[in-house]
């Protein structure tokens, strides 16, 4: 059992920067892949991010949208994972999830995922 708890939302002005911190429990994390997702009102759920391990080191993937602005981390020896985010748009305004799964490959569908976090708000003014 995991579990995930968000912090590092909250509002800025278009343009501006916000890191996002997920921590985890249990003694596994480094064998977890960690995503984050994010979801606007009245949409669905949508992948932003994830880190991986491969066998000589993490691997990352980015949606589109986010890619060259968003840059997903994580420390495994605090258990963390981070989003940091720069050039923040409207369009970015979210609440945001973290998310974990224990397996192999590259998952991009919210119910890949084994274990979620209650998520943080991101709100972007213009």
């Known amino acids: 059992q995991v579990q995930l708890v968000e912090s590092g939302g909250g509002l800025v002005q278009t343009g501006g920067s916000l890191r996002l911190s997920c921590a985890a429990s249990g003694r596994t994390f480094s064998s977890y892949a960690m995503g984050w997702f994010r979801q606007a009102p009245g949409k669905e759920r949508e992948f932003v991010a994830l880190?991986?391990?491969?066998?000589?080191?993490?691997?990352?993937y980015y949606a589109d949208s986010v890619k060259g602005r968003f840059t997903i981390s994580r420390d495994n020896a605090k258990n963390t994972v981070y989003l940091q985010m720069n050039s923040l748009k409207p369009e970015d305004s979210a609440v945001y999830y973290c998310?974990?799964?224990?397996?192999?490959?590259?998952?991009?569908?919210?119910?890949?995922?084994?274990?979620w976090g209650q998520g943080t708000q991101v709100t972007v003014s213009s």
């Open positions: 880190i991986i391990i491969s066998w000589s080191a993490s691997n990352t």
């Open positions: 998310a974990a799964y224990r397996g192999i490959g590259v998952r991009q569908r919210p119910g890949d995922y084994d274990y």
